[in-house]
């Protein structure tokens, strides 16, 4: 099993920034996608952004592209979400996750395996 606990969330005004991060522990990975989805009340769960195990490559979402960057750090076995430029619609509960296949271009949510508990998001305009 692997653990996912993410961090960051909170309450800023449009425009603003926040970055989120996610720990992941547990059971050893060897190769892996992890990526962050995001659900706003009263809609479905949807994709954000998504990186390769090496950082070799990265997805996003065409609605937070050039103003998102997912990055991570191997050795804390940590994934980040740098969020600029934030709008209302950004606000969502945002969902770590981890696919332990490693396959490029995974954005539904029943590709990935184990998901966090989530962090809020919420934008004032």
């Known amino acids: 099993q692997v653990q996912l606990v993410e961090s960051g969330g909170g309450l800023v005004q449009a425009g603003g920034s926040l970055r989120l991060s996610c720990v992941a522990s547990?059971?050893?990975?060897?190769?892996?996608?992890m990526g962050w989805f995001r659900q706003a009340p009263g809609k479905e769960r949807e994709f954000v952004a998504a990186?390769?195990?090496?950082?070799?490559?990265?997805d996003y979402a065409g609605s937070v592209k050039g103003r998102f960057t997912i990055s991570s750090d191997n050795a804390k076995k940590t994934v980040y979400l740098q969020m600029n430029s934030l709008k209302p619609e950004d606000t969502a509960v945002y969902y770590c996750?981890?696919?332990?296949?490693?396959?490029?271009?995974?954005?539904?949510?029943?590709?990935?395996?184990?998901w966090g508990q989530g962090t809020q998001v919420t934008v004032s305009s």
């Open positions: 996750t981890v696919d332990d296949s490693s396959s490029v271009g995974r954005r539904l949510i029943y590709e990935y395996d184990y």
């Open positions: 547990g059971r050893t990975l060897s190769r892996y996608t």
């Open positions: 990186i390769g195990w090496s950082g070799d490559w990265k």
